[in-house]
Each structure stands twice: as C-alpha cells, then as structure tokens.
C-alpha cells in the first residue's frame, strides 16, 4: 500500500509527508476547539436531545466561521455557499449576538472594508451600500457575472446598520462603532439618496443590468414577489420586510448618535417614526388583518400573504393590536406546517410546499418570526414554533437544513426535505 500527501493553498511545501500532515491535523483540531469555545454556551432543560441540538448547532457555526484578518466570520454554507454573504452573514451574527459579539464585530468589519464606493449598474452598487456576496470563481474574476463583488441585496445596508446599534446596546463597544462611524454614515447616505431614489419614503430596488437578481430581498428567487392573483409586479419594489429593517436602522442610529453626541440623532430618531407611520398607513390590509408583502412600482400593494411580516414583528415596528393579529395569523394552520412557519399561506397563488421561496420552511425565517413574537410578549407562541423546529431538526440530524418542504405534518412521518 501507498500513503499519498497532497498539499495545496499559500502555505503549502514542495514535499509534503506524514509529519507535517499530523501537525497541521492537530493544529486544525485545536483551532475547531478554540472556535467551539468562544463565547458563551447554552443548555436547555435536562433534556438530553435537546442540548444535542444546541451543541450540534454551536458546532455547525464554528465550522462555517472561518477567521479573516477582520476578524470571523460565518460563511453561508458548504458547499455553494462557501463564501461571505452580506445579509447572511450580518442576521448569523445577530442570533448570536448573546452568546458570542465578536461575531457581530467580525461581520460589521468586514462589511464595512468593501463598503461600495461608486454607481455600478453590472454590480448594482452605490455609494454606501453593503455587500450582498463575493466569488472567486473564473466567470466572477473574467466579469462574466457581477459576483466579484456584488451588492445587489436591498435590505443588507439597512441590516448592517441596524446591527451596529444591536452590537453596541449588547456590548457597550462605543471604540468599534466609533471605527465605523463614517461608514454607518455612508449606509445610511445610501438609504437616503439611493435606496429611497424616489423619495417616498421607501427603500427599493430594481437591479441594474440583466445579469443581476431580479428580486433582491431575502426571498430572491424569481418568482417570490407577486400580486394576489399571481401577476409579478413591476418596479421599483418596496418589500415590507426592509421598511423594518430601515425602521430598525434610523432608531439604531438616533441611539449611538445620541451616545456620541452626534447632533443628528434626532433627526434619524424623527426619520425612524416617519418610517414606522407610512409602512402602517401603507402596507396594511384592514381585510386580511395582515401586512402587503410588498409596494410596487405604481405604490400598489402587493396583497400576497407571506411570512416576511414575522421579519416586521422582529424590528419591533408594528403596534400592539396589528402584532397580534400577525402573529395569530402566522400560527394558523394557512402558514404552520407542524414543522414551522410556511413562507407563503396555503391558498395563495404560486403556493408550492416544494418550492424554494413559496411555502417551503425555513428555519431562520420562523426564528426571526418567533424573536418578534417574543418582544410583544407572546411567549406561547414562541415555544410553539420553537417545539415544531426542534421538532424538525430531530430528524435531520440535529443540523437544520437552509430549508424543507413545507407539506403538512402528518403523523409518524418526518418533514420532507428540499429536492
């Protein structure tokens, strides 16, 4: 028999062998460990596959988290996704803000060095705006597709921002916020002139050139944004979602303004409730008791009926009342799979229980949900949904999936995975 050592990357030697491939084997096993560590750790009721699950997930983060001279930062997923993406990265982050903020700081650094500069259409970029993924790939590096660096996320600006204010509230780092300051100014430069183009007040989007996405919020698949009778809307796009995360933002900045003795923080305190009060007068359907998912480029509402309002729940937007008729209606059984909450309510047009963004389930989109819920006090509801993941991830594992299908439960049978 033969052992055969094959090295590659910068650090790699003419004659690889045995020895080295030990020591960096240990080396590799000491760094998973140090990684695992980091941060604070959870354990739940004296259930054991329950803290199965926390510990198969802390796990999963540190694998995914690879260490940039910025600091770490949780890559979107292996294998495609092996990469940092803005949006993904910054909610990663946010999840696990009490457990481990250097993660949020890793994230907010980073971000922030590849901040756009310019007006791109082919990169969908402009001045201030946050990175929504980059590649490495030949097509990437020759310029066949905008991914080198790409920015076409619609809500990623508004999120990083919004981060920025949750990291400092966790920590009291006012030296890191005071390191992105002129960037957090940028961002919201960027909301302002660009995201708001048409001045009403709104974020949206609509991408610049052929060859970027055609829907640029979480849910970018093509066919996720769309009127009740199934027609796709045209743009520009408001998606209900990245009003909240602005609302979220422009508070997050009238708070460190104030703590920096910024003398516009009252002004982004003002822009933080002028927002709220449009996204109230403008998305919400007094008939269905929910929110439009989306405006389109008319000013219409989009009256499909999505789960994005779990994500407008979390930034704390709604009032009291409308919050808990979103709440009761994403707990029926139009969104509860039994396994979570559906992305899109049975009955609606283009409703497929296998599709990727149109009623299948995804796990962090019922968490942002059940954050939500939570903040309004809806604390049955919270265990609820969080018994139906837990539910789901005993069969898978204990790694929950980017996303499953979202067919009802069924007894004795598990949660059928994305095809």
Same mark, same amino acid.
């Given at each position: 028999s033969m052992d055969l050592f094959i090295e590659c990357g910068v650090d790699a030697c003419d004659t690889p062998d045995a020895h080295r491939f030990r020591v960096n084997a240990v080396a590799a096993r000491l760094a998973m460990r140090v990684?695992?560590?980091?941060?604070?750790?959870?354990? +739940?009721?004296?259930?054991? $596959?329950?803290? /199965?699950?926390?510990?198969?997930? @802390?796990?999963?983060?540190? !694998?995914?988290?690879?260490?940039?001279?910025?600091?770490?930062?949780?890559?979107?997923?292996?294998?495609?996704?092996?990469?940092?993406?803005?949006?993904?990265?910054?909610?990663?982050?946010?999840?696990?803000?009490?457990?481990?903020?250097?993660?949020?700081?890793?994230v907010l650094t980073y971000l922030a060095a590849r901040q756009a500069t310019e007006v791109s259409a082919f990169q969908d970029s402009a001045p201030g705006k946050i990175m929504h993924e980059t590649r490495g790939g030949e097509m990437s590096a020759l310029g066949e597709v905008p991914f080198h660096l790409y920015y076409g996320g619609v809500d990623t600006t508004c999120l990083?921002?919004?981060?920025? +204010?949750?990291?400092?509230? $966790?920590?009291? /780092?006012?030296?890191?916020?005071? @390191?992105?300051?002129?960037? !957090?100014?940028?961002?919201?430069?960027?909301?302002?002139?660009?995201?708001?183009?048409?001045?009403?007040?709104?974020?949206?989007?609509?991408?610049?050139?052929?060859?970027?996405?055609?829907?640029?919020?979480?849910?970018?698949?093509?066919?996720?944004?769309?009127?009740?009778?199934?027609?796709?809307?045209?743009?520009?796009?408001?998606?209900?979602?990245?009003?909240?995360?602005?609302?979220?933002?422009?508070?997050?900045?009238?708070?460190?303004?104030?703590?920096?003795?910024?003398?516009r923080a009252d002004e982004w305190l003002a822009k933080a409730e002028s927002t709220r009060r449009l996204v109230e007068e403008r998305y919400w359907m007094e008939d269905e008791g929910f929110y439009a998912v989306a405006l389109d480029g008319d000013g219409q509402q989009c009256r499909a009926i999505a789960s994005n309002a779990g994500h407008l729940l979390f930034t704390g937007l709604p009032s009291r009342e409308r919050a808990e008729k979103v709440t009761r209606r994403l707990l029926s059984h139009e969104f509860r799979s039994g396994w979570g909450v559906r992305t899109l309510a049975t009955g609606q047009p283009r409703f497929n229980p296998m599709s990727y963004h149109n009623g299948s389930v995804w796990p962090h989109d019922t968490a942002l949900g059940a954050a939500g819920m939570a903040q309004y006090g809806e604390r049955e509801a919270v265990a609820l949904l969080l018994g139906e993941i837990y539910g789901a991830a005993s069969h898978f594992q204990m790694r929950l999936p980017e996303l499953f299908c979202g067919f009802k439960r069924e007894a004795g049978e598990p949660p059928i995975a994305y095809p």
């Amino acid at each position: 028999s033969m052992d055969l050592f094959i090295e590659c990357g910068v650090d790699a030697c003419d004659t690889p062998d045995a020895h080295r491939f030990r020591v960096n084997a240990v080396a590799a096993r000491l760094a998973m460990r140090v990684k695992r560590r980091r941060g604070a750790s959870v354990r +739940g009721p004296r259930t054991p $596959r329950f803290n /199965d699950w926390l510990d198969q997930s @802390r796990a999963d983060v540190a !694998l995914l988290t690879t260490d940039l001279p910025t600091g770490p930062y949780p890559y979107a997923g292996i294998p495609w996704f092996s990469t940092p993406f803005g949006r993904d990265g910054i909610i990663t982050a946010w999840q696990m803000l009490w457990l481990d903020p250097s993660l949020a700081r890793g994230v907010l650094t980073y971000l922030a060095a590849r901040q756009a500069t310019e007006v791109s259409a082919f990169q969908d970029s402009a001045p201030g705006k946050i990175m929504h993924e980059t590649r490495g790939g030949e097509m990437s590096a020759l310029g066949e597709v905008p991914f080198h660096l790409y920015y076409g996320g619609v809500d990623t600006t508004c999120l990083f921002v919004a981060l920025a +204010g949750a990291y400092a509230r $966790r920590t009291g /780092d006012l030296e890191t916020i005071k @390191r992105l300051w002129p960037n !957090l100014i940028a961002a919201t430069g960027w909301m302002r002139d660009y995201g708001d183009a048409n001045g009403d007040g709104f974020i949206s989007y609509q991408r610049g050139a052929d060859t970027g996405l055609s829907n640029q919020g979480w849910k970018d698949s093509e066919d996720s944004i769309f009127h009740s009778d199934g027609r796709f809307p045209k743009g520009p796009i408001a998606l209900l979602e990245v009003q909240g995360y602005a609302y979220a933002a422009w508070k997050a900045m009238a708070d460190l303004g104030a703590a920096l003795e910024d003398e516009r923080a009252d002004e982004w305190l003002a822009k933080a409730e002028s927002t709220r009060r449009l996204v109230e007068e403008r998305y919400w359907m007094e008939d269905e008791g929910f929110y439009a998912v989306a405006l389109d480029g008319d000013g219409q509402q989009c009256r499909a009926i999505a789960s994005n309002a779990g994500h407008l729940l979390f930034t704390g937007l709604p009032s009291r009342e409308r919050a808990e008729k979103v709440t009761r209606r994403l707990l029926s059984h139009e969104f509860r799979s039994g396994w979570g909450v559906r992305t899109l309510a049975t009955g609606q047009p283009r409703f497929n229980p296998m599709s990727y963004h149109n009623g299948s389930v995804w796990p962090h989109d019922t968490a942002l949900g059940a954050a939500g819920m939570a903040q309004y006090g809806e604390r049955e509801a919270v265990a609820l949904l969080l018994g139906e993941i837990y539910g789901a991830a005993s069969h898978f594992q204990m790694r929950l999936p980017e996303l499953f299908c979202g067919f009802k439960r069924e007894a004795g049978e598990p949660p059928i995975a994305y095809p």
